[in-house]
């Protein structure tokens, strides 16, 4: 609930100063299974730090490998918010 309280608030100032969208850069690391463990945040608006989190660590990734056994990752990913959708 707190996650679309942030949305929304974000959406009404975007919308006041004519923002059009925002981008949040995070680190994921996924384990030998595809699944988000753990996230650092990079960048981004302090608004949108939470909610994006929370995406992020919904994710499922197929699981990467190396010699053919599935290893943990560290990615670099960009959530896009558009305060007009």
């Known amino acids: 609930m707190l996650a679309t309280w942030i949305w929304t ?16 850069r995070h680190a994921p690391v996924i ?3 595809g699944n988000v463990v753990q996230v ?3 960048s981004g608006h302090p608004l949108l730090i939470d909610a994006a989190l929370k ?6 990734y197929e699981p990467t490998t190396l010699n053919g056994q599935p290893v943990s990752v560290e990615l670099q990913v960009q959530v896009h918010f558009n305060p007009n959708s």
């Open 40 to 42: 650092r945040v990079l």
């Open 31 to 33: 384990d030998e299974h």
């Open 9 to 24: 608030a974000w959406r009404k100032r975007a919308k006041r100063y004519g923002r059009r969208s925002a981008q949040q």
């Open 55 to 60: 995406a992020v660590l919904q994710w499922k």
